[in-house]
Structure formats: structure tokens, C-alpha cells
């Protein structure tokens, strides 16, 4: 059973740009949740999608967005990049929103310069 | 807003050591799960826990869950230099959402 797929694992752009980052959940898992995570801040959590439906958002600015299409993929986006966009995203599959265990991509690096 | 208090931050130990983590909250999880992530990789999840007190083995790590499911620990006997890492913590509430702690950046020294 393939695990969390994300593409690209790396990532270069340039300030000002925008770049879409694509996550594959296991086979017959619903929901995505995706993460951005930084030394100095952890692991922030950016929205879930269950359904194609948003369910939780949290509080990064709405030059971050997603989707969720109907075989469960998912995509975020992030416009107009600013250097402090550099992180690793992560994406995390389950389920459901209410089942206990939640499974990781590898994460996509994303450095802007 | 819940928050997951994940203690110590950092944690530098000897080969055969023993080590315990902490991470502690003041509101309810219907689950709490602890991952292991390696630098430049995802969290890979080591253990689910559910009911209150529960205590669940994974060889030499040993996890429990405390009776009001706000806190847990995770205790590392014997460390080996392969259990180096970021360990996290991450509670479910009753709605669905999952929230981490800030991690324990573990170094076991051969």
C-alpha cells in the first residue's frame, strides 16, 4: 500500500513568485491536512480538506490556499512568495477527520531567495 | 485554542541512558499521537493512544496516557544513537483537529 506522496521534495523560487505543491494521500484515505513547519516555529498547521471541503483553516495570510479534488489529492498554493515562505511542507492523511491516526508525507523543501 | 506544552526541547544523553518526555495540556484529547521525524523527512508515527491511562510498549519505548487524556509521556529505555530525532506529540480533539507540540529534539551520543 503506497504511503503519502508529495511532489515535488524540492523546491527553489524567487521572491514575488507563486508555486503549487501537490500531495497524494494513501488509497482511501478523505482527508488532507497540510502543515508548515520551521525551526523556530514547529509544525503550523495551514487547513484540512475532507470531502473537497475545507473543515479547518489556520492562521497563516490568504496568499496560502488549497483544494482538494474528488480522488482525494490535494494542492496548496502560495502566491506572491516572501522569504519567510521557506520551509519544509507537510502533509499529513486520514481517514477522516475524526480517525486517531494521521500518516506524513515526506514534505516538500521550499527555499525562497 | 489548544495547546500542547511539549517538554524539554532539547535533550542530550549518553548511549544507555534512560529519557522521559513530556508533553501536557489543559484541554481533552479523544487520542494522542507520538512521531518520530528525521531532519528533511515527514514524522513517521510511532504510537496511537486513546483511553485514559493507557500505557502501550513499542520495544524500548514506553508510552502512556494520562487518566484526564491531557498529557503523555514518552520514556526511551537503554537510547541508542539510532533513537536521535525530533519527537512530537499531537493530540486529536473530539472535532477532528490536530495539534502538535513544539518537539523534543532528542541526541543520544555513541
Known amino acids: 500500500k503506497a504511503g503519502v506522496t508529495q511532489t515535488p521534495r524540492y523546491l527553489i523560487k524567487t521572491r514575488g513568485q507563486q508555486v503549487t505543491l501537490s500531495c497524494s494521500p494513501i488509497s482511501g484515505h478523505r482527508s488532507v491536512s497540510w502543515y508548515q513547519q520551521t525551526p523556530g516555529q514547529g509544525l503550523q498547521f495551514l487547513f484540512e480538506?475532507?470531502?473537497?471541503?475545507?473543515?479547518n483553516k489556520g492562521n497563516f495570510p490568504g496568499r496560502f490556499s488549497g483544494r482538494q479534488f474528488s480522488n482525494s489529492r490535494s494542492e496548496m498554493n502560495v502566491s506572491t512568495l516572501e522569504l519567510g515562505d521557506s520551509a519544509l511542507y507537510l502533509c499529513?492523511?486520514?481517514?477522516?477527520?475524526?480517525?486517531?491516526?494521521?500518516?506524513f508525507g515526506q514534505g516538500t523543501r521550499l527555499t525562497v531567495v | 485554542t489548544q495547546l500542547l506544552e511539549q517538554s524539554p526541547q532539547f535533550l542530550s544523553i549518553q548511549e544507555g541512558e534512560n529519557l522521559t518526555v513530556y508533553c501536557n495540556s489543559s484541554s481533552v484529547f479523544s487520542s494522542l499521537q507520538w512521531y518520530r521525524q528525521e531532519p528533511g523527512e515527514g514524522p513517521v508515527l510511532l504510537v496511537t493512544v486513546v483511553t485514559g491511562g493507557e500505557v502501550k510498549k513499542l520495544k524500548r519505548l514506553t508510552f502512556q496516557f494520562g487518566d484526564a487524556r491531557k498529557d503523555s509521556s514518552l520514556h526511551i529505555t537503554a537510547a541508542q544513537p539510532g533513537d536521535t530525532g525530533l519527537y512530537l506529540c499531537a493530540g486529536r480533539t473530539s472535532y477532528g483537529k490536530l495539534t502538535f507540540g513544539q518537539g523534543t529534539i532528542l541526541t543520544v551520543h555513541p
Open positions: 499529513a492523511s486520514s481517514l477522516d477527520p475524526w480517525n486517531t491516526e494521521a500518516f
Open positions: 480538506y475532507f470531502s473537497e471541503t475545507q473543515r
